[in-house]
């Protein structure tokens, strides 16, 4: 019996294994790299919450009317200065 076209075969099934193989450590390499930046996004998530939460403490407890004019806004915050009627500078 001539066994040759059986090791044939089953050289093409083991060169696909391998290609498959091959293909899927590609794969779990690309989804490594994604678990770990969304681990870090994660992390830089937390830190970010834990920073607004303490910073919460130091907020007033309501903000003060503001008029509606956006750069009377600024003025009243202390950003621009108005040194004539509707003449707005930067504060220096």
Same mark, same amino acid.
């Given at each position: ?5 059986? =090791?044939? #075969? ?5 060169? /696909?294994?391998?290609?498959? #193989?091959?293909?899927?450590? %590609?794969?779990?390499? /690309? &989804? ?5 930046? %969304?681990? $870090?996004? &994660?992390?830089? &998530? #937390?830190? %970010? ?9 130091? =907020?007033?407890?309501? $903000?003060?009317? =503001?008029?509606?004019?956006? =750069?009377?806004?600024? #003025? ?8 004539? %009627? ?7």
């Amino acid at each position: 019996m001539n066994i040759q076209p059986l =090791l044939d #075969a089953l050289g093409l099934q083991k060169e /696909a294994a391998r290609a498959l #193989a091959d293909d899927l450590r %590609t794969q779990i390499d /690309a &989804l490594q790299t994604r678990l770990r930046e %969304t681990e $870090t996004h &994660l992390e830089h &998530l #937390a830190i %970010t919450r834990t920073i607004i939460t303490g910073l919460a403490d130091r =907020l007033p407890a309501h $903000t003060p009317d =503001l008029p509606e004019h956006k =750069l009377k806004r600024l #003025a009243k915050l202390g950003i621009l200065t108005e040194p004539d %009627t509707g003449n707005f500078a930067r504060k220096p």
